[in-house]
């Protein structure tokens, strides 16, 4: 059983950055491709950004390039997502998730049915 906690949530104004933590535990994360998404209110979940666990390699939605950036710290079993220029539209519970699978690619189509465990979220919001 893989366990994962965000943390770094809260409000932000727009313009701003924010980075969110997500902290692995039960396994280690070395491994495992890892993925960021998000809910806002009344819509369904979406996927933002994906890291895969060999090379590195990053992939970001539309709305979150040239904003986001995923990185990861296998030693510390922790994920991040910084994000920049912060607009309201980013507002959403934000969650982490893992897989042992290899998972990231350019498209977000169908990612989160390959993903097993997930953390409980961490609520972003962004003033005007």
């Known amino acids: 059983q893989v366990q994962l906690v965000e943390s770094g949530g809260g409000l932000v104004q727009a313009g701003g950055s924010a980075t969110l933590s997500c902290a692995a535990s039960?396994?280690?994360?070395?491994?495992?491709?890892m993925a960021w998404f998000r809910q806002a209110p009344g819509t369904e979940r979406e996927g933002v950004a994906c890291?895969?666990?060999?090379?590195?390699?990053?992939y970001f939605t539309d709305s979150a390039k040239g904003r986001f950036t995923i990185s990861r710290d296998n030693a510390k079993k922790t994920v991040y997502l910084e994000m920049n220029n912060m607009k309201p539209e980013d507002t959403a519970d934000y969650y982490c998730?893992?897989?042992?699978?290899?998972?990231?690619?350019?498209?977000?189509?169908?990612?989160?049915?390959?993903?097993?465990?997930w953390g409980q979220g961490t609520q972003v919001v962004v003033s005007s």
């Open positions: 998730a893992t897989d042992t699978n290899y998972v990231c690619s350019e498209s977000f189509a169908g990612l989160e049915g390959w993903l097993r465990w």
């Open positions: 039960g396994r280690t994360l070395n491994n495992y491709d």
């Open positions: 890291i895969n666990s060999g090379d590195g390699r990053t």
